[in-house]
């Protein structure tokens, strides 16, 4: 994979070790306290959902960053994750070491976990169900705190992301409805990679109807908020993510290469400078407030996944191919998508 690393000059080098000095002196303490409690209090206990967008160019550590939340959710709430694949490695070989994995895979198509002998004793087990993409109310019905919950759909559509995004607006529209019906078993929190797929900015869009269809997922974040439904997303850049969603994420993970460009982000689109030159697994976490941590948080660094277990998506939705498909085909699609 590529990994594009940002210009950066050594004025912005500069800011940057400026503020990690001034701030590494602080007492750590003091620093870790308010925020570990604001972020209990605020974020993961919060009684409404919270929706937090991440961002930063590839290789920030955006993916990891996303299972690191997944593993606090699971430490500290009953909540139910749910987890949309979109075919890499790294996210079901990781998140099959956190807690048994229940994979969603439409009916026609199926998957293959290898997992390594090495992590059998890590590997907390995984089952595969089959659902009918048209039935997505018994597939919402169905998820359980007991598993991570995983949908995929992306692999098995990779030629046609506008009909992924299609079904993604119905995955939303149902919950939606389920969740004024009080007809959830739980508390959702939903993590998205590889959110400009869905809800691209014009620019990025594939096709008119691409963009049209991710109006669906627009309209209905607000609303799943309310419904205490949390939605954990991430881009390669803010501006990647259409507008009318982007205030929606009231908290943001900012990592290596962001740059804020609207105004009502001005304090975080003030200190661009600042995140330009971290690291990869580095991140500033804003709160609604736009206060923002006073150094970069380190997330853990939970690998690639491809010693843990190897996943094989078989089939296609769009019936282009019955061909199926191993992980670095997948990979480059995906990428080509992206
Ligand atoms: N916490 C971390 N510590 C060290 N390296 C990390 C960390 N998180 C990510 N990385 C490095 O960054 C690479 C990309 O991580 P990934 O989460 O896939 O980025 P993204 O999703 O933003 O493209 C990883 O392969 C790894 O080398
Ligand atoms: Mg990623």
Same mark, same amino acid.
């Given at each position: 994979m590529p990994d594009i690393i940002p210009q950066i000059t050594p004025e912005q080098l500069a800011v940057l070790e400026a503020y990690r000095k001034s701030h590494s002196e602080q007492a750590e303490s003091s620093w870790d306290e308010y925020w570990r409690r604001h972020l209990d209090k605020d974020f993961y206990s919060a009684?409404?959902?919270?929706?937090?967008?991440?961002?930063?160019?590839?290789?920030?550590?955006?993916?990891?960053?996303?299972?690191?939340?997944?593993?606090?959710?699971?430490?500290?709430?009953?909540?139910?994750?749910?987890?949309?694949?979109?075919?890499?490695s790294s996210e079901l070989a990781n998140l099959g070491r956190m807690k048994k994995l229940r994979v969603y895979v439409p009916e026609g198509c199926d998957m293959e976990i290898r997992v390594s002998p090495d992590y059998m004793d890590e590997w907390k087990g995984h089952e595969i169900?089959?659902?009918?993409?048209?039935?997505?109310?018994?597939?919402?019905?169905?998820?359980?705190?007991?598993?991570?919950?995983?949908?995929?759909l992306l692999p098995y559509i990779l030629t046609?992301?506008?009909?992924?995004?299609?079904?993604?607006?119905?995955?939303?529209?149902?919950?939606?409805?389920?969740?004024?019906?009080?007809?959830?078993? %739980? !508390?959702?929190?939903? &993590?998205? /990679?590889?959110?400009? *797929?869905?809800?691209?900015?014009?620019?990025n869009q594939l096709s008119d109807d691409h963009y049209q269809k991710g109006t669906i997922v627009v309209r209905n974040a607000e609303m799943i908020r309310s419904c205490g439904i949390g939605l954990k997303a991430a881009a390669p850049a803010v501006t990647k993510v259409r507008q009318a969603i982007?205030?929606?994420?009231?908290?943001?993970?900012? %990592? !290596?290469?962001?740059? &804020?460009? /609207?105004?009502?982000? *001005?304090p975080l689109k003030e200190n661009n400078k600042l995140w330009i030159g971290l690291k990869p697994g580095e991140f500033f976490i804003a709160d609604p407030n736009k206060r923002f941590t006073d150094k970069p948080v380190k997330v853990k660094y939970w690998g690639e996944g491809r010693d843990v277990a190897h996943v094989?998506?078989?089939?296609?939705?769009?019936?282009?191919?019955?061909?199926?498909?191993?992980?670095?085909?997948?990979?480059?699609v995906a990428e080509v998508i992206a």
């Open positions: 009684q409404d959902g919270q929706h937090m967008l991440v961002t930063g160019n590839t290789g920030a550590g955006k993916t990891q960053f996303l299972l690191n939340l997944v593993n606090d959710y699971l430490k500290k709430t009953d909540h139910i994750i749910v987890w949309l694949d979109c075919g890499k169900i089959k659902f009918r993409p048209t039935q997505m109310t018994k597939l919402w019905k169905g998820m359980s705190n007991k598993y991570i919950n995983v949908i995929s046609n992301v506008t009909m992924y995004v299609d079904m993604i607006g119905k995955l939303f529209s149902r919950l939606v409805v389920l969740a004024q019906r009080e007809e959830l078993t %739980g !508390r959702i929190e939903l &993590f998205c /990679d590889e959110f400009h *797929l869905i809800c691209p900015e014009k620019v982007r205030q929606c994420f009231t908290w943001r993970g900012i %990592g !290596r290469g962001t740059r &804020f460009l /609207d105004d009502d982000d *001005l094989r998506y078989i089939g296609t939705l769009n019936g282009e191919s019955d061909e199926p498909l191993d992980e670095a085909e997948f990979t480059e």
